[in-house]
């Protein structure tokens, strides 16, 4: 099994800046993509940003130009760094992994536990 452990998250200014990560420890034989999803409250979970192990961006609209997705694969470790901050951002942000334990596993999606960051005044 794969476990994502994630930091970073709080309470930050309008216009402000924060960094999340998210550390991936257990059985690992790979990971094929890494992301970040958010949910509001009162709103489904969206797709913040992916990244593939080759190191193939997505990015939602939302975000495009303001956060940027980076990946360590030699600590297992995917960043956020989100920059200009709206309060509209303001969600809890969720670590997701596609990996295998083991070279004859089927692959699997993985989540963290969430970390809370609100932009406000």
């Known amino acids: 099994q794969v476990q994502l452990v994630e930091a970073g998250g709080g309470l930050v200014q309008p216009g402000g800046s924060l960094r999340l990560s998210c550390a991936a420890s257990?059985?690992?034989?790979?990971?094929?993509?890494m992301g970040w999803y958010r949910q509001a409250p009162g709103k489904q979970r969206e797709l913040v940003a992916h990244?593939?192990?080759?190191?193939?961006?997505n990015y939602a609209d939302s975000v495009k130009g303001r956060f940027t997705i980076s990946r360590d694969n030699a600590k297992n470790t995917t960043y956020l760094q989100m920059n200009s901050l709206k309060p509209e951002d303001t969600a809890v942000y969720s670590c997701?992994?596609?990996?295998?334990?083991?070279?004859?596993?089927?692959?699997?999606?993985?989540w963290g536990q969430g970390t809370q960051v609100t932009v406000s005044s």
């Open positions: 990244i593939t192990g080759g190191a193939t961006t």
């Open positions: 257990g059985m690992i034989f790979r990971i094929y993509v």
């Open positions: 997701n992994a596609v990996a295998k334990s083991r070279i004859n596993d089927y692959r699997k999606t993985y």
